[in-house]
């Protein structure tokens, strides 16, 4: 019965990927719509687009191919210093006819290097961050109802609504998940003129696409509408997440040495969260309490980011408190502050050359003792 299930469900995920392939290839210049009159008809162009796409094609219209490098050394008074580098890419392409969007292809990734100048052993990975493709409105209705499938981020909290690939600041779901992206198939979109939704199935294995018995994940979010954000500067949501995943632990000292039920975890969460932006100041919070393995957790973060006007540097101060039922010699809590000073030589969706400094205070820690852990990365992505 379960290696039906895990069948179906590969099945299925890999229907949605080769029919949203064929959706968009199989549009004539990626782009126009079958029917038998243009409700456009009528208005005079230039055609520019139209002959852009026939010439060009796939690579010369909405299309980006973005390098990415980052150089790190960290000095953390328990554990020595550590340094990383790491190589990547960023393939995105949005697929458009001349009325509308039709989908998106978004394939992102990096090699890390990490090694220890105490002892001198390294290690390599290869870091998924997206791997997707979205179809638009492809039951009609705009905005009402988008499919995904790939490695996204997972929706819960604000993680769908943030960029954290390449910060050095992180928000709440790999420290309480093991990972903040899973592969899966995602449906979002809009619910009346107030609300957004977003519905998503993984298979609880974050990083890599594995599968040990896991039964995977389902998660759900509703927040607050895009005109929402605009006219009041808030974001507010309401998040649920309930199956087994793998206990990955994906540097996360919440999930590391665990072993729950072999490698997998029963997981469930409710959550809350909630940004507010007013120039040039962001407040951010997530709050999250549940199960794993039938052991209580509870989550909490705090963040107030400063951005300069002249978009020069930009300053954060994060708080996060972890509490995880993980034994009775009290070492059941994380408890850290971090401050961050970013210099921006330059700052756009693009094209980011920037240095980051660091510090997090580490009160309390799981299974190690209490620490200063500095950071200093040169980050490059254009």
């Not at 309480?176 to 899973?182: C, L, P």
Request: with cysteine.
């Amino acid at each position: 019965m379960f290696k039906r299930k895990k069948i179906l469900t590969a099945i299925v995920i890999s229907a949605i990927f080769v029919y949203a392939i064929f959706y968009l290839l199989s549009s004539p210049g990626w782009a126009v719509e079958n029917s038998d009159e243009d409700p456009f008809s009528d208005i005079k162009t230039d055609n520019k687009s139209e002959q852009t796409e026939k010439k060009g094609g796939f690579f010369d219209e909405n299309f980006f191919f973005l390098k990415e490098f980052f150089t790190q050394f960290q000095s953390d008074n328990t554990e020595g210093e550590t340094r990383t580098f790491a190589v990547g890419f960023e393939i995105y392409k949005k697929f458009s006819s001349e009325v509308k969007d039709i989908g998106d292809l978004d394939i992102q990734m990096r090699w890390v290097n990490t090694g220890s100048l105490k002892t001198g052993k390294s290690y390599s990975m290869v870091d998924w961050h997206n791997c997707y493709i979205t179809l638009f409105n492809p039951l009609g209705g705009l905005g009402k109802f988008h499919i995904r499938t790939g490695h996204f981020p997972l929706p819960f909290g604000l993680e769908s609504l943030s960029d954290t690939h390449g910060t050095l600041i992180q928000l709440s779901n790999t420290p309480n998940f093991g990972f903040k992206q899973d592969w899966g198939v995602e449906s979002f979109g809009s619910l009346g003129q107030k609300f957004n939704y977003d519905l998503a199935y993984t298979r609880g294995s974050g990083m890599n696409l594995e599968d040990k018995g896991q039964s995977g994940m389902y998660w759900g979010r509703v927040g607050t509408s895009d005109a929402f954000t605009r006219d009041t500067g808030s974001i507010l949501g309401i998040s649920g997440c309930y199956g087994k995943r793998m206990n990955e632990g994906m540097g996360s000292n919440m999930n590391m040495g665990m072993n729950m039920n072999g490698s997998i975890v029963k997981t469930s969460r409710i959550g809350f969260d909630y940004r507010y932006d007013v120039e040039p100041y962001r407040v951010s919070m997530e709050i999250s309490s549940g199960l794993d393995s039938d052991k209580t957790v509870r989550t909490f973060l705090g963040e107030l980011d400063y951005f300069h006007p002249g978009k020069k540097w930009s300053a954060t101060l994060q708080y996060q408190d972890y509490y995880k039922a993980l034994s009775m010699s009290g070492e059941n809590r994380q408890k850290s502050i971090t401050g961050e000073f970013d210099w921006y030589f330059k700052n756009s969706l693009t094209n980011k050359n920037i240095v980051r400094l660091n510090y997090t205070r580490y009160f309390d820690r799981f299974s190690q003792p209490p620490s200063d852990v500095w950071t200093v990365q040169y980050y490059l992505f254009f």
